[in-house]
């Protein structure tokens, strides 16, 4: 069973910095591309950063992009997110998920098959 745990939200003054993890079980990391999703309430699942297996390439959605970092370290099954200069639209619950093997992109939900439960980050003075 694959299983991923994210931690490291929190409340966070506008301007602050929040690093999260996420830690995945087992055999179910090296190998497979790992991004990271956000969500509002009444909202979609919207896409932060993704990060190929190596680690060599990433993608960031342009409102996050110069602000936030997505690393991994294969060899703990972690993947990262550093966040900062955060603003207050930035609040929302953070999710990481595992990319499909040959998906043919990486911006939709739909072409992550493994998900984290959430942690919130909340922004505000």
């Known amino acids: 069973q694959v299983q991923l745990v994210e931690s490291g939200g929190g409340l966070v003054q506008p301007g602050g910095s929040l690093r999260l993890s996420c830690v995945a079980s087992g055999r179910t990391f090296v190998g497979y591309g790992m991004g990271w999703f956000r969500q509002v309430p009444g909202k979609e699942r919207e896409f932060v950063a993704v990060i190929v297996s190596s680690g060599i390439t990433t993608y960031y959605a342009d409102s996050v992009k110069g602000r936030f970092t997505i690393s991994r370290d294969n060899v703990k099954n972690t993947v990262y997110l550093q966040m900062n200069s955060l603003k207050p639209e930035d609040t929302a619950v953070y999710y990481c998920?595992?990319?499909?093997?040959?998906?043919?992109?990486?911006?939709?939900?739909?072409?992550?098959?493994?998900w984290g439960q959430g942690t919130q980050v909340t922004v505000s003075s």
């Open positions: 998920a595992r990319r499909r093997l040959g998906s043919a992109s990486y911006r939709h939900p739909s072409y992550y098959d493994y």
